[in-house]
């Protein structure tokens, strides 16, 4: 067996703080963005728009309960 060869401290440490600035940036996009204007854009009615952001949600989260044991 060969020893294990570690990343260098550099790299992990941009990689921790790559990824502590981008995942709020995508969590807010997605909440506070990208819902309102897709709720506006798709209904005249805001709560007809709030109620197909929802419903989209929920058609995505089931598809990824079902297909993810099959992706992998």
Not at 12 to 27: R, S, Y
């Amino acid at each position: 067996m060969q020893p294990v060869s570690y990343p260098p401290r550099r790299a992990v440490t941009a990689w921790l703080f790559f990824d502590w600035a981008a995942q709020p940036f995508f969590t807010l996009i997605t909440t506070f963005v990208f819902a309102p204007f897709f709720a506006a854009a798709l209904a005249s009615d805001p709560a007809q728009g709030q109620a197909l952001w929802g419903y989209a949600t929920g058609f995505a989260g089931l598809c990824i309960a079902l297909l993810s044991p099959l992706l992998g």
